[in-house]
């Protein structure tokens, strides 16, 4: 998951995920963005992805659903 840099108070501060292509040893990563597009950033600025487990896909479907 990639950090966006200035995000608005209510929007989501994280992108992705990514695939990762390569790891830099000066502390850097490159993406892949889309197919035709990478980028290096510091490993700072992402965070591993988690994916979700399905009882919390199930509470979010709750909360989703009008009462």
Not at 13 to 41: A, F
Request: charged share 20%; no cysteine.
């Amino acid at each position: 998951m990639k950090r966006i840099f200035d995000p608005a108070k209510l929007e989501h501060r994280w992108s992705g995920p990514y695939e990762i292509i390569q790891v830099h040893v000066n502390g850097n990563i490159t993406i892949q963005v889309n197919p035709h597009l990478w980028e290096r950033l510091n490993i700072r600025r992402v965070k591993p992805y988690k994916q979700p487990t399905p009882s919390a896909l199930q509470q979010q479907q709750q909360l989703d659903t009008p009462l």
